[in-house]
């Protein structure tokens, strides 16, 4: 029954994301290509973060000299 639940609650985020965001209205490949985009500059923005956020947080320790 848990798992029920937990895809009746997926399917209902799922939902209110496509009348959020209006997707509603396009057609099943223009969603998925919209999705497809969605997911890849998320992606890329969390790499990015990942990769270049602690150069930049060490750098702005070194400048209020917090860090030696």
């Known amino acids: 029954m ?3 639940d937990a895809w009746k609650q997926l399917s ?3 939902y ?3 009348l ?7 057609e099943p490949w223009e969603r998925t290509i919209f999705n497809s985009l969605l997911v890849t ?3 890329m923005a969390i790499y990015t973060g990942y ?7 060490m ?5 209020f000299e917090v860090v030696q």
Do not use: D, E
Not at 20 to 26: E, I, K
Not at 51 to 57: E, K, L, S, T
Not at 59 to 63: E, V
């Open 16 to 18: 209110q994301y496509l």
């Open 41 to 43: 500059v998320a992606a």
């Open 20 to 26: 959020v965001t209006a997707l509603y209205m396009l």
């Open 2 to 4: 848990a798992l029920g």
């Open 12 to 14: 209902w985020f799922y």
């Open 51 to 57: 990769v270049f956020m602690p150069q930049h947080i």
């Open 59 to 63: 750098a702005i320790l070194h400048y």
